[in-house]
């Protein structure tokens, strides 16, 4: 059986521990002392006085410890392993979507969890990293010219659909959203032809009235129809971007200061620790303050992309492509959804919010990025899993 982390003649584990882009790894760790900041200032004391580690700063460094450990073995196992076993992690991230319909845990109104004691899953983030995975095994595996025929893109839009499916069924909106965007952009970093695009557009508007009909819930339509005029239901549907917009304007240029905002100490803003946390930091630090954290955001995202450029191999070059516009789907949403530029969704900052299958899933993707940084140089054959020599 072969090793997960060496070949005969190849990289040792510690050359290849450093190959790995430690920069990056630094810009990482920023995020997640920014967010383990935040949430400490978040959370009250003893004395009711702003700033405690309790409940959600302790636990957070804690997930973010196990969670680099987790990037650095991700980073440093054989690329070609992550290949041949891209449709097992897809295979297991379905059996588990699956698992919630039978035995999830219910939570605000949704089936989402898996409670596995020690810890509650959510399967849903796992297919985030999965899908990327399978749609870039099976694009490797597939040439140029047969990307351009219908019938080759049947099995990657079962792929997407399938999750989507069942993501929806929870019901979870947002990430339903963010599993179909992402696999959309895939499709077009494999250099699917444009055309078939404005086609799959003409037929998703095409389905908005049986959709609206019979896929979404009322509080699902309910929050798309306050998206447009949140002032109709102020205390309802519209409350949360309200509250976001009066904490955004509160901050100013400077902020009021660390451990200062007032609609988060005084429980005005909802969901402060987790999906409106970027809302939080810009009332305490302002628009500079939430500026300088998009600025790392786009840093980040930027070794991404560039990581991608970097490797020689087709395999490499989707799953970095892929994963990296999954991380740029994740902070564009949040915070357009926290300005009111789209609607308000479930989607959490990453690295920055609280969450811990959230944090896991970011940290094995930027491991499997990072791992294509480490295996730049290698080669593999497009349609199978052995070194082109």
Same mark, same amino acid.
């Given at each position: 059986?072969?090793?997960l982390?060496q070949?005969?003649?190849?990289?040792?584990v510690?050359?290849?521990?450093?190959q790995?882009s430690w920069?990056?790894?630094t810009l990482?760790?920023?995020?997640?002392?920014?967010?383990?900041?935040m949430?400490?200032?978040?959370?009250?004391d003893s004395?009711g006085?702003?700033?405690?580690m309790?409940p959600?700063?302790?636990?957070q460094a804690?997930r973010?410890?196990?969670?680099m450990?987790v990037l650095?073995?991700v980073a440093v196992t054989?690329?070609?392993?992550?290949?041949q076993y891209a449709? !097992?992690?897809?295979?297991? /991230?379905l059996?588990?979507l699956i698992g919630v319909?039978?035995a999830?845990?219910?939570?605000?109104g949704?089936? +989402?969890w898996?409670?596995?004691?020690?810890f509650?899953?959510?399967p849903?983030e796992?297919m985030?990293?999965?899908?990327?995975l399978a749609l870039?095994?099976?694009?490797h595996?597939?040439?140029h010219?047969n990307?351009?025929?219908i019938?080759?893109l049947l !099995?990657?839009?079962a792929?997407?659909?399938?999750?989507?499916?069942?993501v929806?069924?929870?019901?979870?909106?947002?990430?339903?959203?963010?599993l179909m965007?992402?696999?959309?952009?895939?499709f077009?970093?494999?250099?699917v032809?444009?055309?078939k695009?404005?086609?799959g557009g003409?037929l998703?508007?095409? /389905?908005?009235?049986?959709?609206?009909?019979?896929?979404l819930?009322d509080?699902q339509?309910k929050? =798309?129809?306050t998206f447009?005029?949140p002032?109709?239901?102020?205390?309802g549907?519209g409350?949360?971007?309200l509250?976001?917009k009066? /904490? @955004?304007g509160s901050?100013?240029?400077?902020?009021?200061?660390y451990?200062?905002?007032?609609?988060?100490?005084?429980?005005f803003?909802?969901e402060k620790?987790?999906d409106f946390i970027?809302?939080m930091l810009?009332e305490e630090?302002?628009?500079l303050g939430?500026?300088?954290?998009i600025?790392?955001?786009?840093?980040? =995202?930027?070794?991404?992309?560039?990581? /991608?450029?970097?490797? +020689?191999?087709?395999f490499g070059r @989707?799953?970095?492509?892929g994963?990296?516009t999954?991380?740029?789907l994740y902070?564009?949403i949040?915070v357009?959804m926290?300005m009111g !530029?789209?609607?308000?969704v479930?989607?959490p900052?990453?690295?920055?919010s609280?969450g811990?299958?959230?944090?896991?899933?970011v940290?094995?993707a930027?491991?499997?990025?990072m791992n294509?940084?480490?295996? +730049?140089?290698l080669?593999?054959?497009?349609g199978g899993?052995d070194?082109d020599?």
């Amino acid at each position: 059986m072969q090793s997960l982390f060496q070949r005969p003649g190849e990289m040792t584990v510690p050359e290849r521990f450093g190959q790995i882009s430690w920069s990056l790894v630094t810009l990482i760790a920023l995020l997640a002392a920014v967010g383990i900041t935040m949430l400490y200032s978040a959370a009250v004391d003893s004395t009711g006085a702003p700033g405690s580690m309790d409940p959600w700063a302790k636990r957070q460094a804690i997930r973010f410890a196990i969670g680099m450990a987790v990037l650095i073995f991700v980073a440093v196992t054989d690329l070609r392993i992550w290949l041949q076993y891209a449709y !097992v992690v897809y295979g297991v /991230a379905l059996a588990l979507l699956i698992g919630v319909e039978i035995a999830g845990t219910m939570g605000m109104g949704a089936r +989402r969890w898996i409670d596995l004691k020690i810890f509650l899953l959510q399967p849903s983030e796992v297919m985030k990293v999965g899908l990327v995975l399978a749609l870039a095994r099976y694009f490797h595996s597939v040439s140029h010219e047969n990307t351009g025929r219908i019938v080759y893109l049947l !099995v990657p839009a079962a792929l997407v659909l399938a999750p989507v499916a069942l993501v929806l069924k929870q019901p979870d909106l947002g990430t339903a959203g963010m599993l179909m965007v992402g696999g959309v952009a895939m499709f077009f970093i494999a250099g699917v032809r444009m055309w078939k695009f404005a086609l799959g557009g003409v037929l998703g508007l095409a /389905a908005i009235p049986l959709a609206w009909r019979f896929l979404l819930h009322d509080y699902q339509k309910k929050r =798309l129809l306050t998206f447009f005029n949140p002032d109709n239901d102020p205390m309802g549907a519209g409350y949360h971007i309200l509250q976001s917009k009066i /904490a @955004l304007g509160s901050g100013g240029i400077t902020g009021r200061g660390y451990l200062q905002g007032t609609q988060s100490y005084l429980n005005f803003l909802p969901e402060k620790q987790t999906d409106f946390i970027f809302t939080m930091l810009a009332e305490e630090f302002g628009l500079l303050g939430g500026l300088g954290l998009i600025l790392i955001y786009m840093i980040v =995202l930027g070794y991404g992309f560039a990581i /991608a450029i970097r490797s +020689r191999n087709h395999f490499g070059r @989707l799953l970095a492509l892929g994963l990296t516009t999954t991380i740029f789907l994740y902070v564009f949403i949040n915070v357009a959804m926290v300005m009111g !530029v789209v609607p308000v969704v479930g989607v959490p900052l990453p690295l920055v919010s609280y969450g811990g299958t959230a944090m896991l899933t970011v940290m094995v993707a930027f491991g499997l990025i990072m791992n294509v940084y480490v295996h +730049r140089d290698l080669r593999l054959t497009r349609g199978g899993i052995d070194e082109d020599e």
